[in-house]
């Protein structure tokens, strides 16, 4: 069967280049139409030349198409994937020095020092929305498969309103899970799992291994390593058997971001105590943004050289992205298990409100994306997860449906660091005042913006 997918943001060449090489390694994909999609030329262009080369140097039969007009993509989709973003790296950074000339380090919240800054989710609030509107009404039956941050709060506005069983979020941070499992020496075909909770705050709670109780491997594997640093990994570091040793479930993914995050912000608290742990997120940072850079210098060189065979340098192996997993379960019948992103309104983590995103095991295939139920999360961890992520979330989606100045300084006020009124409000209007930032400006104070006394 021919499926057409549609890739919004497709200048983010390494990512489409991924999905391209997994749909090369799907036999039940071949013949499929991709329509990349973005609006930047020239990096629309690299990703057209390496996806179109990479295909024809591995013999699969691929319809591969480009377009900087959404409309015309998404005609005939079957398949929606939005992983855009509506603010460069720039614009990130931008805010970022406003919050650290008031003060602000990484190790925050994910709202203020990380990259689901309140300034960037409101653009892409926006733009999640619009492409969600457009694929509704040019192609109706189409999935809606969204990647691109904030998910989380994307997801849970977008339920909200429109009640859509075919909206569906991913992350790839669970997926260290599987990681986890190769650290422990498990063969995965033994195991068994559950894992709970919301984006950028999923944990594991239950892991068996031949039918027992996995976590006395894992206590043991602690017990041996812990105290190596040659034997650390970054899925199971000081900070991470920390959390596990106070909870009892073991974080994944960006639930620990070594960036600081939502999470375990204690962690980040001086320089000392990151020390101790092993924490440096200002560094990871800024090697995040320059191996960004090389990648898209590199991306570019390699588009621009025919000469290249982009199969040495990206060979054909399945990247750790689960994109291409979900769409040959719903579209060819392929029933799997695999983390999403959906509301919780089958109640699937106990105790999350059923209008929020829940992060949970779906059951997958041509009959839909079917969550499986949890026992929940511990009820330590619950109480974070109210306090550093559904609140903030609640109040940031409130702010930005009513237009209301006042509750963006009460979402600033939640993040640990903040001292005061005056320091949120200063970041605010620091925000507010970045010459890029005018619709945000507009949202807030225009006419139409809730008005405080």
């Known amino acids: 069967m021919k499926n057409k997918i549609v890739l919004i943001g497709a200048g983010s060449a390494v990512f489409s280049l991924s999905m391209i090489k997994d749909i090369c390694l799907t036999p039940n994909l071949n013949g499929s139409s991709v329509c990349l999609v973005d609006i930047n030329e020239t990096r629309l262009n690299a990703a057209y030349q390496l996806c179109t080369r990479y295909a024809a140097e591995l013999g699969v039969e691929l319809e591969i198409t480009k377009t ?18 509506a603010c460069n790296h720039q614009r990130m950074q931008d805010g ?9 380090h990484y190790g925050g919240s994910l709202h203020i020092m990380h990259d689901e800054g309140f300034w960037i989710n409101f653009y892409q609030f926006r733009l999640i929305e619009e492409v969600y509107l457009d694929t509704r009404r040019i192609a109706p039956d189409a ?9 989380v709060a994307a997801t849970t506005m977008l339920g909200r309103k429109y009640h859509d069983p075919k909206i569906v979020g991913l992350c790839e941070g669970p997926t260290v899970i599987h990681d986890i499992f190769e ?17 950028h705050f999923i944990w594991l709670t239950k892991m068996h291994y031949k039918g027992e ?13 812990q105290d190596d640093p040659e034997k650390a990994v970054r899925n199971l570091c000081p900070k991470v058997l920390d959390m596990y040793k106070t909870f009892g479930a073991l974080p994944l993914g960006d639930t620990h ?18 020390k101790s742990f092993r924490e440096a997120p200002a560094r990871l940072w800024s090697d995040y943004y320059a191996d ?20 040495e340098i990206y060979p054909p192996v399945h990247s750790r992205e689960i994109i291409i997993d979900l ?12 983390i999403v992103n959906i509301l919780n309104d089958g109640n699937y983590v106990p105790g999350i409100p059923t209008d929020f995103n829940v992060e949970i095991t779906a059951v997958c295939s041509k009959n839909g994306v079917k969550g499986i139920q949890t026992d929940g999360l511990p009820r330590a961890v619950l109480g974070h997860l109210f306090a550093d992520r559904i609140g903030m979330i609640e109040v940031e989606l409130q702010a930005y449906e009513d237009r209301d100045e006042a509750l963006l300084t009460d979402l600033v006020m939640m993040d640990h660091q903040t001292k005061n009124r005056k320091q949120a409000q200063a970041l605010v209007d620091g925000i507010l005042a970045l010459p890029w930032n005018d619709a945000m400006r507009e949202h807030y104070r225009g006419i139409g913006a809730k008005r405080r006394k």
């Open 96 to 104: 970022l020095k406003v919050a650290e000339e008031l003060g602000y």
């Open 257 to 274: 971001s070594s960036g600081g995050g939502s999470y375990g912000w204690w962690y980040h608290s001086d320089e000392e105590t990151e």
């Open 327 to 338: 769409i040959e379960a719903l579209a060819c019948d392929v029933e799997r298990k695999i």
């Open 68 to 85: 900087q007009d959404r409309e015309i993509g998404l005609v005939d989709a079957d398949f929606v994937i939005n992983t855009a973003l």
């Open 292 to 311: 960004c850079a090389k990648i898209v210098s590199d991306i570019e060189r390699y588009a621009a050289d025919e000469s290249v065979r982009i199969t």
């Open 213 to 225: 109780n996995a976590f006395p491997i894992l206590d043991q594997w602690i017990e041996e390593n």
């Open 143 to 151: 999935w809606y498969i969204l990647l691109s941050n904030p998910v």
């Open 183 to 199: 650290t422990l020496g498990l063969d995965e075909k033994y195991v068994s799992y559950e894992v709970a909770g919301s984006n």
